[in-house]
C-alpha cells in the first residue's frame, strides 16, 4: 500500500519548529498537529502513534486535554483497521475509510 509518510527528518523539523507536537509516556509516543477546518474549527490530528500499546493509551486524556486547552473540538487519526477495536474503547468512532493504490 503506497502511503504519504514524512521522512524521519522532515518530522524531527515540524517538531523543532512546532508544526508537531510530541506526546511521551513511557515508551508510548503520539505525534499531532492542528488544522483548522472550512467552519473554522480547530482538530487536533494524530499523525503518529507508536511504541508500547499501554503507555500510548495511558496519556490518552492527557492528549486530549492538551488538545482542547489548544482549542481543538475534534482528535482524527487515521490507521491500521486494528485501531479500531483498540479505540472504541475510548471514544472514538470510525467517520470513513481512507483508500489508496499506487501509481
Not at 517538531?15 to 474549527?41: D, E, P
Not at 507508536?50 to 488538545?67: C, N, V, Y
Not at 472514538?92 to 475509510?97: A, D, I, K, L, R
Amino acid at each position: 500500500m503506497a502511503r504519504n509518510f514524512d521522512e524521519i527528518e522532515d518530522v524531527v523539523a515540524k517538531v523543532k519548529a512546532g508544526q508537531y507536537h510530541w506526546h511521551q509516556n513511557g515508551s508510548g509516543f503520539c505525534i499531532t498537529s492542528f488544522s483548522t477546518n472550512k467552519r473554522g474549527k480547530v482538530i487536533m490530528q494524530g499523525r503518529y502513534i507508536f511504541g508500547d500499546l499501554e503507555d500510548t493509551m495511558a496519556m490518552s486524556d492527557q492528549i486530549d486535554e492538551w488538545g482542547r486547552a489548544h482549542g481543538a473540538v475534534e482528535f482524527v487519526m487515521d490507521g491500521r483497521l486494528g485501531w479500531q477495536r483498540i479505540l472504541k474503547n475510548y471514544g472514538w468512532s470510525t467517520v470513513g475509510v481512507i483508500m489508496s493504490k499506487e501509481l
